[in-house]
């Protein structure tokens, strides 16, 4: 028989472009007075407008300005950014990190790259089992899931939590409370899974979709998974009067052009300025499978102007008007899932099993309903963050509010913050006064903060 022979490729070849022009990451503290300026060059690559992104996000870092430029093999950023409070990034431990991470040692494996400050939203927990759940949502949800999770015996480590369109969407982290591992007992997670599925189902209508469970083993990112589950849904699809009376402040305007010069089209968002904005609009492009060749994004205020030109993977722009439609749909239910007016609570108390069933219960006794919710562990301290409405989904009486606290605040440190919603922020934003989320709405890390060392 004769031999046949076939050439040989290096499995280090298609990452040969990268040890040649490695990534370059700068941070600059002197070009700008009122921010620092991230500027990355490295090879383009598909997604990796979406990594960098992640990375700011998950630091908590507000993004007042970008410039994208991807045309070509070769991707050019430059991202003005501030920390949480408006301020230059000084801290040497951040800018180290986004130096590693970004730059040419850590910028091949970004997708696991983590921020060890930021428990929720990154692959930071360790041992655990996921659970992922999609659901019609009600008042007293997610007391009735914590519960079943308490009493199987499962502790929750991370959780977060989103709704939308009268959806939900839940990703947990959860493991043993007795070995705080991940739980492989195939018989103790098939029975987990039924009972969540008898609670998620009870709800559902027939002419509804079907709510799902799912566990898995490891780790992804929460937010972008919560996006894609949403997404899968298709909660795009109509839009109910809660979710407009929950976000008076945000009425976002999207169009869709052709440039017919360079053959891009061109999607231009205007909205009201929020945390994560540009992350939540680049994951949903990303995940629909659009790539950005170039993008310019700018914040004055309350106001956020965001301009994004877009190919399809295969090259093709949006031509039909029901290719239009649906990015336009797409990109108003990413807008809308992360917001949350009014009342929020950040509860932190020493952790236990349990836990979040107790909060969750004393909030449901209260007529409370949870719209988003974040959970994370920080040694043996729990930190729960919960967005809140009442029952029909209008904001909650002041009185409730400090009834909740008198409850509650004798057992754990308890921050009650009100996001009043910016219903004339396109009058505020061209006038250039105002004064933007970054002033009423807090983020996760707060409390971490005073925890972490």
């Not at 992640?54 to 991807?70: E, G, M, N, R, W």
Request: include cysteine.
């Amino acid at each position: 028989m004769a031999k046949v022979y076939w050439p040989y490729f290096d499995p280090e070849y298609e990452n040969l472009s990268s040890r040649i022009n490695p990534p370059s990451v700068s941070i600059d503290n002197t070009s700008c007075k009122e921010c620092t300026l991230v500027k990355v060059d490295s090879m383009n690559k598909p997604g990796i407008l979406l990594e960098v992104v992640q990375v700011l996000s998950d630091l908590d870092l507000t993004i007042t300005k970008a410039y994208i430029s991807s045309d070509g093999g070769w991707f050019m950023d430059v991202f003005h950014v501030t920390d949480q409070q408006g301020n230059k990034v000084t801290d040497n431990k951040t800018i180290d990190y986004i130096e590693k991470v970004l730059g040419p040692k850590g910028h091949a494996a970004s997708s696991q790259n983590t921020w060890p400050g930021k428990r929720v939203g990154v692959h930071s927990l360790g041992d655990h089992t996921s659970i992922e759940i999609i659901a019609r949502d009600r008042p007293g949800l997610l007391s009735e899931i914590s519960a079943v999770l308490a009493d199987l015996h499962f502790n929750v480590a991370a959780a977060e939590a989103w709704t939308h369109n009268r959806r939900i969407a839940c990703v947990l982290y959860v493991n043993d409370n007795e070995t705080s591992r991940a739980v492989d007992d195939p018989e103790r997670l098939s029975a987990m899974e039924e009972q969540l599925n008898l609670v998620i189902r009870g709800c559902e209508q027939e002419d509804e979709k079907v709510a799902t469970t799912s566990l898995t083993i490891g780790s992804t990112h929460v937010d972008r998974r919560l996006h894609q589950m949403l997404f899968a849904d298709r909660d795009y699809e109509a839009v109910s009067n809660v979710d407009c009376n929950a976000c008076p402040g945000l009425e976002p305007k999207i169009t869709v052009e052709h440039c017919e010069e360079k053959g891009y089209s061109v999607i231009s968002v205007s909205c009201e300025d929020r945390a994560k904005l540009m992350f939540d609009i680049v994951c949903t492009l990303t995940d629909m499978q659009y790539i950005v060749f170039h993008a310019t994004i700018t914040s004055k205020g309350p106001h956020a102007s965001q301009e994004y030109f877009i190919r399809h993977k295969d090259g093709c722009t949006l031509d039909s008007e029901g290719e239009k439609e649906r990015v336009i749909k797409c990109l108003e239910a990413a807008i809308h899932r992360r917001v949350s007016e009014g009342w929020s609570l950040e509860l932190c108390a020493k952790d236990r099993v349990g836990l979040l069933s107790e909060v969750t219960r004393i909030l449901r006794e209260h007529g409370l309903s949870v719209t988003r919710a974040g959970v994370t562990t920080v040694g043996e301290q729990a930190v729960n963050v919960f967005y809140v409405r009442d029952a029909s989904g209008n904001p909650v009486d002041v009185k409730t509010i400090e009834a909740l606290r008198g409850e509650i605040g004798h057992s754990m440190m308890v921050s009650v913050k009100n996001k009043v919603p910016s219903r004339k922020w396109k009058e505020e934003g061209q006038g250039g006064t105002g004064g933007g989320w970054a002033k009423t709405s807090f983020f996760f890390g707060n409390l971490l903060e005073k925890l972490l060392p």
